[in-house]
Every structure is written in structure tokens, then in C-alpha cells.
């Protein structure tokens, strides 16, 4: 569920009218719904009920800080996976006792830094991480906490770009693996290896792998315990999935996953973590694109947005699909004609949305790109020396730009002349 609807025939966001915003602030842009970020992570922390979990947003959906403050106001913790998001997370005024750093690639520096600030936790992806975290903590002297992410090799029926939990993948250490590397953490003075992590894939729609990780991760826990480790943190990670064709394709309510969870994990006594991103940033926002022509192709319509894949990649590169709704719901009784929704970057991979039927729309007409909310404006580039297109956050009948447009000045300043080539 969104707080994205027509009123008086056009589409407001919440109680904000998107055709006199767009008049306010130009196109493109993207806007997001502080009712629907509020709602979506209630939904989803509620429905673990007396597991009271540690539910960690995970930051790389949606980074802007006031989407971070509004979940953290709510008591949300963050799932960081770089330096740059956990300044980030404590800027917008996360404690740092509530972030866990994430991520395969950790450097020296970056571990220091989070061990400097207090995380709660570290998840560890492999032996020469877990060597490495250990010698920076010892320098610091400091104990990091750690979870090992075990890869347990299931498919999560997803895209591949966005599996991860099966063998092939980078992600974690081999499930067989795990039970030497807790021996081998449990006699390293730096490290408190006190939980397990698992993340599967991102986009979920069936709970089917989730229970069969979940369940090996019981067997593993017990395991472990067996061998004497104490084991208190369990990180479920994230991935649930969101509605990106509207009612045609809903995915588990949180609360059939946290029947899953109950029922594979819920006796454990562990305290549980969650990093959900897309669940709780994806339906909060959209991307508000204008047309600039409308051509004629071959049996079908060229649409030509100022918006191009530079600000919204997802439908090129995972073959992703966002509903389009026009801004103007009069356009919406016409008839539909098969069309290419397209933006003016130069490549036949620039594309919003292909083959869609859509009303024939007029340049100056807008149109609202659905469920953009998580990994859009991060995802963003300034590919062709476009302008990072800025971010607005609603609230009732308030709204705020959180991250204005880029300038030129911003864009070209940065470059700079070779001693050999400048001018004077
Ligand atoms: N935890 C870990 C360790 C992750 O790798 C991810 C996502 C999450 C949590 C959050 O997953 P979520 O709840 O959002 O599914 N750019 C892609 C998605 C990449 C997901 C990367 N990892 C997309 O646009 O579909």
C-alpha cells in the first residue's frame, strides 16, 4: 500500500499535488511519502510481535538522509555496506549502537572507523576478513562483534543480478565452512563472534527459500551452540519483495514471512535482525518525468521523457518493471497504444518501460514512474552529463526538497585541466 492517488483528477502524493510540485521544482524528480516509509517499516517491525527484532533499514535502497531520519525516528536501526553510508546513517542521527556494517569488499580504514564509532556489528563475508578485522580491532583495541554470513546455497527464484545466496555467488563463506571459521574466530582476542547471517537474494516473492535457509541456519545455530559458542544474533537480512505490477503480482505480506521465521527460528532465544531495504523505501517513491516529444516508430509510440536510464536504471538493468501513471488521470480513459517509454540518452538500452500500452500522451504531459523509491535516485548516474535529478519528501501537505538538483557548476567544476592542457 502507497499514499500515492488521484484527487480532482490528479495524482497528488499524500496531500501534495504532483502537477504544481512539478510546476515548483521541474522535472524529473523523485518523490517519496513519509505516510508510506512510516507505514511500510510499522508493518514489517510489527509483525515479528514479542521477537521484538532489531529491524536495520538497509541504506543502500534509499540513502537520502531525511528517508534514514524518518525510519530512525521511528526507532529503526541501518544495514550499511560502506564507509560513505555509515557517515551517512550517524549524519542523519542513527546511534551507531543501532548500524551494522555489511559488505564483502571492507577495507582496513573503514573498519577502524566503525569500531572508532561503536556499530553493533560487523557481518563478516570471509576468512581474510575475519583475519583482517580481528588485526584492526587488536591495533584499536577494541572487540568487534561479528556475525560470519553463511551462503546456504538455495536458489531465492529471483534475478540473477540480484541472487545471492546460492554457491556460485560472492557472497558469504560456504555453509560446510562455517562451523572451522567460528573455532577459528572463538580463538582471535579481537573478535566476539556472537552471531550468524544470512541474505539470500533481493526480491523476493515466494517464502519457499527463505524457509529452506532459515531452516538450514536453525541447524547451524544449534550446531554451533553444541560446540560451545555462544550464540545470541541472528541476521535474517532482507529481500522481501514489493508489488511493481500493482495487484497483479503481490508478494508475502510481512507477516506470512514472520510466520516463516516463527516457525523455523522463533524458539532459537536469539536476538533477531532484519535488513529489509525494498520493502520499505520501493512504494514510497516515484520518479516525475515530462514528455518532451512523441514520435511514431514501427507499430508502436516513442514517449521521449526528459527522465533516461541515468536516473532510474532498473528496467535495463534487471529487466524491471514500474507501473507508469499519468499525472493528469484524464489521460487515463483514452485508449491505450503500444508504446516505448524513453529517455534522451544516447543508447537503445534507455528505456522506462517497453511494448506498454499507454494513452497517447502530449510533449508537457507528466507522467509518475511507480515504485521508485528503492534503488532509484542511489542508483543514479550523470551518464551524458545529465544533472542528478533532485529528491522531495512529502509529509501530509508539507513538502521539502532533501537533495536539490545539481548545477552545471557542480557537474563540469569537478574536472580538471591537466597542467599540460590549460589555457593560460
Ligand atoms: N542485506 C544485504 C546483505 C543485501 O545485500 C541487501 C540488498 C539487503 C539487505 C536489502 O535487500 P532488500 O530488502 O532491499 O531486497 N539494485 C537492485 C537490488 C540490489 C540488492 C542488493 N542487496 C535492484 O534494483 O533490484
Not at 7 to 24: F, P, Q
Not at 112 to 132: C, K, M, Q, R, T
Not at 172 to 182: F, N, P
Request: charged letters at 20%; proline letters at 6%.
Amino acid at each position: 500500500m502507497h499514499h500515492f492517488d488521484y484527487t480532482d483528477g490528479v495524482l497528488h502524493a499524500e496531500g501534495v499535488n504532483l502537477a504544481t510540485l512539478a510546476d515548483a521544482v521541474g522535472t524529473p524528480f523523485y518523490c517519496y511519502s513519509t505516510a508510506t516509509l512510516e507505514r511500510h517499516y510499522k508493518v514489517f517491525a510489527d509483525a515479528f510481535g514479542e521477537l521484538r527484532p532489531l529491524v536495520c533499514y538497509s541504506v543502500k535502497a534509499n540513502s537520502n538522509q531525511a528517508v534514514i531520519a524518518t525510519l530512525a525516528a521511528l526507532g529503526a536501526g541501518m544495514d550499511v555496506v560502506s564507509e560513505g553510508e555509515l557517515r551517512r546513517a550517524l549524519a542523519a542521527g542513527v546511534p551507531a549502537d543501532k548500524i551494522i556494517f555489511a559488505g564483502i569488499g571492507k577495507q582496513r580504514s573503514e573498519m577502524a572507523y566503525a569500531l572508532d564509532v561503536g556499530i553493533h556489528s560487523f557481518n563478516v563475508e570471509s576468512e581474510p576478513e575475519l583475519l583482517a578485522l580481528n588485526e584492526v580491532a587488536v591495533e584499536h583495541g577494541r572487540v568487534a562483534r561479528i556475525a560470519l554470513r553463511v551462503n546456504p546455497d538455495v536458489d531465492p527464484k529471483t534475478h540473477e543480478k540480484i541472487a545471492t545466496g546460492k554457491a556460485e555467488n560472492k557472497f558469504g563463506v560456504a555453509y560446510g565452512e562455517a562451523l572451522r571459521l567460528y573455532a577459528l574466530a572463538a580463538e582471535m582476542q579481537g573478535l566476539d563472534a556472537a552471531g550468524v547471517h544470512m541474505h539470500i537474494g533481493s526480491q523476493l516473492t515466494d517464502l519457499e527459500p527463505y524457509r529452506r535457509a532459515f531452516t538450514l541456519l536453525r541447524k547451524l545455530v544449534v550446531q554451533l551452540r553444541a560446540a560451545g559458542h555462544d550464540i545470541s544474533h541472528v541476521d535474517l537480512g532482507g529481500g522481501l519483495g514489493v508489488p511493481y505490477r500493482g495487484t497483479n503480482d503481490i508478494p508475502p505480506h510481512p507477516s506470512e514471512y514472520a510466520a516463516v521465521v516463527h516457525e523455523t527460528l522463533g524458539d532459537l532465544e536469539v536476538r533477531l535482525a532484519f535488513e529489509p531495504g525494498r520493502m520499505i523505501a520501493g512504494n514510497a517513491g516515484i520518479l516525475v518525468t515530462e514528455v518532451i516529444y512523441s514520435k511514431p516508430g514501427d507499430g508502436k509510440t516513442f514517449l521521449i521523457v526528459d527522465a533516461a536510464m541515468n536516473d532510474l536504471i532498473r528496467p535495463t538493468l534487471y529487466e524491471a518493471h514500474h507501473e507508469i501513471w499519468p499525472i493528469d488521470e484524464a489521460a487515463r480513459a483514452q485508449e491505450l497504444v503500444p508504446t516505448d517509454v524513453v529517455g534522451p540518452v544516447c543508447e537503445t538500452g534507455d528505456y522506462i518501460a517497453r511494448a506498454r500500452p499507454m494513452p497517447p500522451l502530449e510533449p508537457g504531459a507528466r507522467i509518475a514512474v511507480m515504485t521508485a523509491g528503492a534503488y532509484g535516485a542511489v542508483q543514479s548516474g550523470t551518464y551524458n552529463s545529465r544533472l542528478l535529478v533532485p529528491e522531495i519528501l512529502v509529509n501530509g501537505a508539507e513538502f521539502a526538497v532533501v537533495r536539490p538538483r545539481t548545477t552545471y557548476e557542480d557537474l563540469i567544476g569537478l574536472d580538471r585541466l591537466a597542467p599540460w592542457l590549460s589555457k593560460s
